[in-house]
């Protein structure tokens, strides 16, 4: 059973930093790519960044580039997101999921449908 934590979440002022990770079991964590998403209150779920544990490669929302890094430990299967320079904007409760890959797709994987399984969200609240 793929069974994913996310957490880390917090408050912070804006202009700080935080770290949330991702914890992931039930599957082979080199065969996945893991996404974080957000959603604000009264706001749909949005992509944030994913990374593709076979080779590495990140994308990200325009929104958070050049703030946010993520990064992964296959190792410790997890994935890590660095929010760095937070915004009042980044306030929201914060998601990790789980895709397979898909051989072939050339996705981003920045949107919830190309997702199989779901964490349960940590919430990130940047004061200003």
């Known amino acids: 059973e793929v069974q994913l934590q996310a957490s880390g979440g917090g408050l912070v002022q804006a202009g700080g930093s935080l770290r949330l990770s991702c914890s992931a079991s039930?599957?082979?964590?080199?065969?996945?790519?893991i996404g974080w998403f957000r959603q604000a209150p009264g706001k749909e779920r949005e992509g944030v960044s994913s990374?593709?544990?076979?080779?590495?490669?990140?994308y990200y929302a325009d929104s958070v580039k050049g703030r946010f890094t993520v990064s992964s430990d296959s190792a410790k299967n997890s994935v890590y997101l660095q929010i760095d320079r937070a915004k009042p904007e980044d306030t929201a409760v914060y998601f990790c999921?789980?895709?397979?890959?898909?051989?072939?797709?050339?996705?981003?994987?920045?949107?919830?449908?190309?997702?199989?399984?779901w964490g349960q969200g940590t919430l990130v609240t940047v004061s200003s």
């Open positions: 039930g599957f082979t964590f080199e065969d996945y790519i």
């Open positions: 990374i593709i544990n076979k080779d590495g490669r990140t």
């Open positions: 999921a789980a895709a397979a890959s898909i051989p072939g797709y050339d996705g981003t994987y920045l949107y919830p449908w190309e997702y199989d399984a």
